[in-house]
């Protein structure tokens, strides 16, 4: 016995529903244990029938007996009013043996039974991300966020290795499985999770409701019931076969489109025949297909479908090529078939349950490539139990016509109706099977997903957002997916996030609220494109210094690309703008550019003195203070004018030491001499090249730099005066603030202050860290995502990448989107998370509500459809009128209502 399910029930109506989960669960290998509520002791009463063990007693009595029926490896509980999804214990269960998890955690549904109807908290710590956490780290998460995480808090609906469970219970007169899941914490080697397998939890509590992790809700796609139809289907008694599809159901390519794998073999073909003028071999390959299709079909009536061999036999007529050269890429094209193939997540979770099942399962593809092919292929890729592959270039036979459904039952010698089929293709795998009498569901492709092509299985509408012809730059964007580079990369978001069709998403958002997909679509991408552009434009430089805090991630992506390749060094160097302020201050006249090293506004005297302060003593600290107190300033209070700006420069100046201050200069350049070099570069989000200038003044050293974005003429005036030279990934400055940008880069940790000699000593000195575990998660989450997108690319297509081509700010568009066009529920993830422009007007900002009135300032959060020319229309008539209509005002409302209806809006 593998598992032990303990469910608790609350009534009658809990227990009918109780049974019917369990009855329905597509594993074999259990026993369930129905601890019913009773007002009558029947504490030694043991009931059994021929499902389950029954014990009716009073909750928390009496557990010594409920612990002595657990007799298996694992065990899960189940709360009163709460059930699982149909194949969650046979996965759930899956993951433990094969990970050897002491606990392993599934995903978390609220709702009613009764209604039907279940939501996902959209910011759950594990709701999209796989983890593997040892002690320590469970630990860790446990004492953050057990009290408001089910995911890491909860035991129930968590598989638990049954002898840690007995561990806990030792000694207990009265069990309360709080304390139990607290010990097994305590004492778990290892805390792993699947998704794809639900826990449906009965409401959220008060509690539950106040977390941070349950303020977005999204409800489960309604097609999620479709997929436990189709689960108990491959499961159940009725159905002997079941056949899979290959391509786009069981196996994905890491391309964008299947011919896409074709244009790798471009250089192959021009080097095989030695051309003068280069030849685009993918045309030839794509126009060969068509044009064998044409022929074979006329020659052979009754033939549905091709061969490659036929297929490169046209190409050596139609365009008199060597064959035994063409032999050399057919085999190529083969290779790269095995290599760009990979697994299909949710197709090999149903392949699994057939197998687990005992049924047969076989392959029909319509497909050119070779039977043996495509058997490796699958077998390659996890698929080692298929009995049979049928492929149309060897039967000739097409699903697409319905005959290669209507052989099925000859091929396979069973009934058609024990048959069942599931594939990508609507029409030829579910619409022409069924009319051929094969039963079939349908899975979805992922592209089709990415694109909301489905408009049944809501996947949101970011793709035509950014890259489709509705989009807000659709002006030229159309033609970026004819870029093989932009289209391979988008496979990685592709085959990662649109392999399961059957989750939910949330109709507010583009991104779903999820940190982790916002992480690996929107800031990998973009990531990818600056590490890829930093990695080329360096070339000539000796080493790389990666600034913090802005450099930590991007250093990150940058070393995963140029792992094992003769690539510029790269060092995390810490900088900030304190640090450097003084490096330009030798006299009084000095002191004027104050006001370029801070928003001199906004800051106060204390500021200036704490700047100055190796010039300033303590004691003329304190006369400091006096004398502007005198002038009618506060030490503390902001300047505010130009007047006050000067009064304070003025107040300050007499007490600086400048042979103190001086000295310290000399100590800083003896350490900025020691940690840069000659020929060495510099990369910071931006953005007015002050440490260059600092740093070049200061100590001589030419430090060229590379920005991802440039403010005002500021970097320019500099870059006139100096030698250094800087580099921007963007032509223009984002509509987004950097401090926007640079959150989701930045090292969580505290910034450098200030850096103190004693003797030969140097010590860095950092500021105060105000940590938001909330926050922290996020944001981790976000930066992790990233790298692991990199990772992945690096992984798929590593060797392929000089092929890799695009402009940059293609491949960043998906952030560049987010950032300027972000929905507000995308932008509340950020509600937890402040930040402080200590150097900018020195105050704490909440991120979330930073960033909604700066896109709301600059007018770029467009009209519901996001269509452009709909939106300046609008700006132009409404966005005037609002400035004469009070808010909330009828009259405003009423001009809003006007211009919606004039552009068509309901």
């Known amino acids: 016995m593998k598992v032990t399910v303990i469910c608790e029930v609350k009534d009658n109506a809990d227990y009918a529903l109780k049974r019917r989960c369990i009855s329905e669960q597509t594993c074999h290998d259990f026993k369930a244990v129905f601890v019913c509520n009773a007002h009558v002791d ?37 709360a009163e009013q709460d059930f699982v999804s149909v194949d969650y214990t046979r996965m759930i269960v899956k993951a433990a043996e094969e990970k050897g998890g002491d606990i392993v955690s599934c995903d978390i549904a609220y709702g009613n039974v009764v209604a039907d109807e279940y939501v996902y908290s959209n910011l759950s710590p594990l709701r999209s991300i796989l983890v593997e956490y040892d002690n320590k780290k469970l630990k860790e998460m446990y004492s953050k966020y057990a009290s408001d995480s089910a ?19 030792k000694g207990k007169q009265l069990l309360r499985l709080d304390d139990a899941y607290s010990y097994i914490v305590d004492h778990s080697y290892k805390f792993t999770n699947i998704h794809g397998a639900y826990y449906f939890k009965h409401e959220m509590s008060a509690v539950d409701k106040k977390s941070y992790f349950n303020s977005i809700t999204t409800p489960i796609s309604k097609g999620f019931s479709d997929y436990e139809d189709m689960k108990k289907s491959v499961s159940g008694n009725k159905y002997k076969i079941i056949s ?76 008199q090529l060597d064959s035994s050269k063409l032999q050399l890429l057919k085999d190529k094209e083969i290779e790269l078939e095995h290599e760009f193939c990979i697994q299909r997540k949710c197709g090999k979770d149903l392949y699994d349950l057939a197998i687990y099942s005992g049924k047969k399962v076989i392959c029909t593809s319509d497909m050119y490539l070779p039977k043996n092919v495509i058997s490796k292929i699958l077998e390659e890729n996890g698929y080692e139990d298929i009995t049979e592959v049928y492929v149309s270039s060897e039967t000739r036979t097409g699903k697409y016509t319905g005959n290669a459904f209507c052989a099925l039952s000859k091929w396979t010698g069973a009934p058609t109706d024990s048959i069942l089929h599931i594939g990508d293709n609507y029409v030829a795998d579910v619409d022409k099977a069924i009319k051929n009498g094969v039963a079939a569901f349908y899975l979805p492709k992922a592209l089709d997903m990415f694109w909301g092509r489905d408009k049944n299985l809501y996947k949101g509408e970011v793709a035509s ?233 200061l100590c001589g050293i030419k430090l060229d730099s590379f920005y991802f974005h440039v403010g005002e003429d500021k970097l320019y005036e500099r870059e006139n005066r100096y030698t250094f030279t800087n580099r921007c990934f963007y032509d223009a400055h984002p509509i987004a603030s950097y401090l926007v940008r640079e959150q989701f880069i930045s090292k969580l940790a505290p910034s450098i202050k200030r850096i103190d000699f004693c003797d030969d000593e140097t010590e860095l000195i950092f500021g105060e860290y105000v940590e938001n575990k909330y926050s922290e ?52 993830i950020f509600t937890c998370t402040e930040f402080e422009d200590d150097f900018g007007v020195n105050k704490r900002f909440n991120l979330s509500e930073y960033w909604k009135d700066l896109l709301i300032k600059n007018n770029v959060q467009k009209m519901d459809n996001r ?40």
């Not at 695009?806 to 989107?817: A, E, H, I, T």
Request: charge should be neutral.
């Open 465 to 697: 957002y950014i890259f489709g012809m509705n989009g807000a730059e659709n002006d030229y964007m159309s033609a970026t997916l004819a870029n093989l580079g932009l289209r391979c990369l988008l496979s990685q978001i592709i085959n990662r996030f649109y392999d399961n069709p059957f989750t939910g998403f949330n109709k507010d958002s583009d991104y779903d609220a999820d940190p982790y997909f916002i992480g690996y679509f929107a800031l990998g991408m973009h990531l990818w494109a600056l590490a890829d552009w930093i990695t080329r434009e360096s070339e000539k430089y000796k080493k790389i210094h990666f600034l913090s805090r802005d450099g930590y991630v991007i250093k990150k992506v940058y070393d995963l690309m140029n792992q094992g390749k003769k690539a510029v060094p790269s060092s995390y160097t810490y900088m900030s703008r304190n640090i450097v302020a003084l490096c330009d201050i030798e006299k009084k006249e000095d002191l004027w550019a104050m006001r370029e090293k801070v928003t001199a506004y906004a800051a106060t005297p204390k500021k200036f003195v704490k700047i100055l302060k190796p010039g300033i003593s303590d004691v003329s600290e304190k006369k400091i203070i006096e004398d502007l107190s005198k002038s009618g300033l506060k030490y503390e209070d902001e300047v505010k004018d130009e007047e006050n700006f000067a009064k304070s420069i003025n107040v300050i100046y007499p007490y600086i030491e400048w042979n103190n201050l001086n000295q310290y200069r000399n100590k800083l350049k003896k350490y900025f001499l020691s940690v840069f070099g000659p020929n060495e570069c510099m990369v910071d989000a931006g953005y007015n090249g002050r440490v260059e200038a600092s740093i070049e003044e």
């Open 244 to 319: 899979f599809d290959v391509f786009d159901t069981l196996i994905l390519r890491n391309v964008y489109e299947p011919t896409d794998l074709f244009q790798f073999m471009d250089d192959d073909y021009n080097r095989l025949f030695e051309t003068t003028a280069y030849t685009r071999f993918f045309l030839m390959r794509m126009a060969s297909e068509d044009v064998c299709r044409k022929r074979v079909f006329k020659q052979y009536k009754d033939y549905e479908d091709i061969t490659l061999d036929e297929i490169y036999d046209t190409m050596a007529d139609l365009y």
């Open 867 to 906: 269509n452009i020319d709909d939106y300046l229309i609008f700006k132009k008539y409404y966005l005037k009128a609002e400035k004469f209509l009070p808010k909330n005002s009828k009259k405003r409302a009423l001009v809003r209502r006007v211009v919606q209806l004039a552009l068509g809006k309901k």
């Open 777 to 828: 998660l996020i944001t981790k989450t976000i930066q992790d995502a990233a790298v692991e997108y990199a990772a992945g690319v690096m992984t798929t297509l590593g060797n392929y990448t000089k092929y890799l081509k695009y402009r940059p700010g293609d491949v960043s568009r998906p952030f560049d989107y987010l950032c300027n066009h972000g929905k507000d529920l995308d932008i509340s």
């Open 42 to 78: 029947m504490s030694h009463s043991v009931e059994t029938d021929n499902l389950c063990t029954i014990v009716k007693n009073d909750k928390n009595a009496n557990w010594d007996i409920i612990i002595k029926l657990i007799d298996s490896s694992y065990v899960i509980f189940i």
């Open 151 to 169: 995911d890491i808090g909860m035991l129930y609906g968590k598989c638990i290795r049954a002898e840690l469970f007995k561990e806990a219970c």
